[in-house]
């Protein structure tokens, strides 16, 4: 009977301790971590998540935001790159094209930038580490849209684009490159 006890106690004392533990999976491959606020693109969002670790709640949450707003820039930046390359060889003959490329990069790194500072935040968690730092996730989302909306909106009132945008193409090639 009094093994019957100290068992019992041994047994309700390991289930308290770990109530409160994080819990991890070990697989064969190693420690399978729950990640926050992990998100992925779909047809109509480019989304992004961030991590950040700061003595500071602040500072944490920011860091992150940052981090998310950065990793959809990255994403961005081959297409833009793809879209204005196809777009200018459609519109310019060899003498503009340099200049006409330079004009469409800047009107889209401007509508990324504005969309970024738009952008939708769709989860967030905060977490107080051992250490007492703050561990902040945070993910954002874009709509594709959107995005493609401000683009057009700059290429439309670029003053030296007026003469050879044409949207219909700008529409097409774009299509092409954010499925």
Not at 12 to 38: E, K, M
Not at 101 to 113: H, L, P
Not at 141 to 169: H, P, T
């Amino acid at each position: 009977m009094r093994i019957l006890r100290v068992f019992s106690a041994v047994v309700v004392a390991i289930l308290l301790v770990s109530c409160g533990t994080q819990r991890q999976i070990v697989s064969g491959r190693g420690v399978d971590l729950d990640i926050p606020c992990l998100v992925f693109d779909d047809s109509n969002y480019f989304r992004s998540s961030g991590t950040s670790t700061n003595v500071n709640q602040q500072n944490a949450r920011t860091e992150a935001l940052n981090a998310a707003k950065s990793m959809i820039n990255q994403k961005l930046g081959g297409s833009v790159k793809g879209i204005t390359t196809d777009y200018n060889k459609l519109l310019a003959g060899n003498a503009q094209q340099e200049d006409i490329s330079r004009i469409i990069e800047g009107e889209f790194k401007m509508a990324v930038n504005r969309t970024l500072n738009d952008a939708e935040q769709i989860c967030e968690k905060m977490y107080r580490t051992e250490a007492g730092n703050y561990e902040s996730h945070i993910a954002i989302q874009i709509s594709k849209k959107k995005l493609a909306s401000e683009i057009e909106k700059g290429l439309s009132e670029n003053e030296k684009l007026k003469v050879v945008y044409d949207r219909e193409q700008f529409e097409k090639k774009y299509s092409e490159y954010f499925k």
